[in-house]
């Protein structure tokens, strides 16, 4: 059933598909490439990950290194990994889970560089629950085999808890699961940043947050034929991403306004806090190795993985 469902959310990218077709992805029309203007597709959700990209493509970095970068906004995971199991982008921001699942099932895809992304558990301003302590038995909304069920599950532990001792609510789409926290129709959930910020203003209480653990799940992605055959492109891409994270670094301020060209609620441009953006540099042994760990406990590991299957680092060497 997990197959067809799969199957089913890749045909109408299938479908879309074509030399000269102009395709729309989440509402935005996105132009394929020709044989003499090549060009990159990245996949973004809106979320801090994703800044770095927004921002080069908004002020004309990846102009500047005279590389065409056509990024597509998705809502949810699933959509954004459907599109790049269809080849309809070549790479996008993501995360290891979502490496390690395309890996397994057959796509030939390569981690290469971390992201700089923050993922908050968050009590409802009207739950009454002031401690992580407080989601015994409680309704707390996340997306099921994602990043954000893993950072569930690793926050909650590293308090002691199981994450059986807590009610999992299915919510995919973020945007619907924040209004579903401010609402209080759930008792907490897990938002990323910047989404994370907006619940705050709007009364929620930050429980838990991989600011102050040790995951560092988020990573940038492309499927291996990009690797190989754009890899001039790439190595330009990621010049692009190091001086734009280096200005962002310096001066967030003149970056606010990219905010609102990357789908995120306009109420949160005026005073969201940008985050220090690190150097490219891949993932650890460690960090692969954690996230794989989790994928067996939960009984999605199809076969065996290890470090060389999901990283490739040689773009950003």
Known sequence: MRKLFAFMLIIPFFLLSGCSLEKKLDGRNVETSTVDEPVLRIGVLPDVDSIPFIAADAKGYFVREGVKVQLVTFNNAVERDAALQSGAIDGEVADILAAAFAVQNGLDVR????????????????SGIKDISGLLGKKVAL???????????????????????????????????????????????????????????????????????????????FAKNAINDKRDFLKKIYRAYEKVTEDINSNPEKFRDVLATAHFPEDIAGNF????????????????KQVLNWIKNKALLKKQLDYKDLVDDSIIK
């Open 111 to 126: 981690i290469t560089s971390v992201t700089c992304g923050k993922y908050d558990i968050l009590a409802a301003s009207n």
């Open 143 to 221: 997306s099921k085999n994602t990043i954000i069920e893993y950072v569930v599950d690793n926050l909650l532990a590293e308090k002691g808890i199981k994450d059986d001792e807590i009610e999992k609510i299915i919510v995919s789409q973020m945007p619907v699961r924040l209004e579903m926290l401010k609402s209080g129709r759930v008792d907490a959930a897990c938002l990323p940043e910047p989404l994370s910020s907006l619940a705050v203003k709007s009364g929620a209480r930050i429980l838990a947050s991989t600011k102050d653990s040790k995951l560092a799940p988020g990573v940038m992605l």
């Open 273 to 288: 806090e940008f985050p220090h953006y690190t150097r490219l540099s891949a993932p650890t042994q460690s960090d692969i």
